[in-house]
T-cell receptor
Framework: NAGVTQTPKFRVLKTGQSMTLLCAQD?????MYWYRQDPGMGLRLIHY???????AKGEVPDGYNVSRLKKQNFLLGLESAAPSQTSVYFC???????????FGPGTRLTVL | AQRVTQPEKLLSVFKGAPVELKCNYS??????LFWYVQYSRQRLQLLLR??SRESIKGFTADLNKGETSFHLKKPFAQEEDSAMYYC???????????FGKGTTLSVSS
């Protein structure tokens, strides 16, 4: 039982490049979330999903897109990376309401 | 507006001293609140939730609706308590958590 996993762990991009971050969970959770963590800003919600095939915007959705084609996977895409998107990205899942979220190990992204 | 405020970025205490990490919230109705912890090089994990009224690793937190607070307390800090602590609130729609900016707790001997 791996819980929540994220791929990749680290990535360096140049401005304008695109990439996709993958989050996978094996707990059969309905809810999945993408956050970014920045110094002094705490955790901010980017997008979330309340079930397969659904997505919704969080607090800071601009510049990101997401997809939840399979219940166990939640993808976060950056179409044209910007230096302001340099951050640590965390994925999380939960089995119902927003309570008791289980977090992945994080992806450290640097955009040059 | 729904909001979580953690007024201290950093809290430094000595081993054995009492600890209180402050959390204030803004919410219409009955809030559902949590404390999450992130130890160095580890992922965020749930520490406790107010609805459980439990004590985890010696930490407790009481919801005070009058003061709109959910402060985290521990009577005797240990060095292994050093970590980043986040207070979080379930949003009005019940679909996501709103996190505070976090407080780094540093416990030294």
């Amino acid at each position: 039982n791996a819980g929540v996993t994220q791929t990749p762990k680290f990535r360096v991009l140049k401005t304008g490049q695109s990439m996709t971050l993958l989050c996978a969970q094996d707990m059969n959770h309905e809810y999945m979330y993408w956050y970014r963590q920045d110094p002094g800003m705490g955790l901010r919600l980017i997008h979330y999903s309340v079930g397969e095939g659904t997505t919704a915007k969080g607090e800071v959705p601009d510049g990101y897109n997401v997809s939840r084609l399979k219940k166990q996977n939640f993808l976060l895409g950056l179409e044209s990376a910007a230096p302001s998107q340099t951050s640590v990205y965390f994925c999380a899942s939960s089995d119902g309401l927003a309570a008791s979220q289980y977090f992945g190990p994080g992806t450290r992204l640097t955009v040059l | 507006a729904q909001r979580v405020t953690q007024p201290e970025k950093l809290l430094s205490v000595f081993k054995g001293a009492p600890v209180e990490l402050k959390c204030n919230y803004s919410y219409s109705g009955s809030p559902e609140l949590f404390w999450y912890v992130q130890y160095s090089r580890q992922r965020l994990q749930l520490l406790l939730r107010h609805i459980s009224r439990e004590s985890i690793k010696g930490f407790t937190a009481d919801l005070n609706k009058g003061e709109t607070s959910f402060h985290l307390k521990k009577p005797f800090a240990q060095e292994e308590d050093s970590a980043m602590y986040y207070c979080a609130l379930v949003n009005q729609a019940g679909t996501a958590l709103i996190f505070g900016k976090g407080t780094t707790l540093s416990v030294s001997s």
